[in-house]
């Protein structure tokens, strides 16, 4: 397994909607491998294809480490989410701080349904149907997001986007530190 560089959020292949995959193959398997490695290499609890540059409808999730604290929690362990797709939302939003592995050093608040009822292909290329919750829920619709060429920072408004100006900057610049390998947006 290899630990992939994390594209940042300027680069076009985190703003185009990613291509379905059609059919498993040993170099998906492989691909998959290398997100979960990259992932928590990155101390990430989700990522999406586009986030190491491949425009594909694929992402990776182990939300477990969210639900430490939680008496009770459903754990679900490694998932991995093929040509996913939302067919319902919830009426109930939650607002919650998030990160992403693209946009590294910022964190903000994004309102989002707290319950899902996802489709999906799993690793095995066989069709799922699952309802999400919490957690869960937030993880999957956030890499979902990628997969649209949506990021965490458009819910945010244009004064709050200003005010975050000159670090969504330094990332752009490849000034950013992160404790795992990016890849700025190429000239």
Not at 48 to 54: F, L, M, R, S, T
Not at 71 to 83: R, S, T
């Amino acid at each position: 397994m290899s630990v992939l560089p994390i594209v940042t959020y300027n680069d076009d292949v985190l703003r185009t909607k990613a291509k379905q995959i059609q059919k498993d193959s040993p170099q998906l398997q492989q691909l998959i491998d290398d997100m979960f490695e990259t992932m928590y290499n990155g101390h990430g609890v989700g990522l999406a294809a586009p986030q190491i540059g491949e425009s594909l409808r694929l992402f990776v999730v182990d939300a477990d480490p969210m639900y430490e604290d939680e008496e009770d929690a459903e754990v679900f362990g490694k998932l991995v989410f093929i040509n996913p797709e939302i067919v319902k939302n919830g009426d109930e939003k939650v607002s919650y701080d998030e990160g992403c592995l693209s946009i590294p050093g910022i964190r903000e608040a994004v309102s989002r349904p707290d319950e899902i009822t996802v489709k999906y292909l799993d690793r095995n290329f066989e069709e799922q149907t699952a309802t999400y919750t919490g957690w869960m829920s937030r993880v999957f619709q956030h890499e979902f997001d990628h997969l649209n060429g949506v990021l965490f920072i458009d819910y945010l408004g244009s004064f709050r986007r200003r005010l975050l100006k000159s670090k969504l900057d330094l990332v752009q610049n490849g000034e950013m530190e992160a404790e795992y390998p990016l890849r700025p947006k190429q000239p």
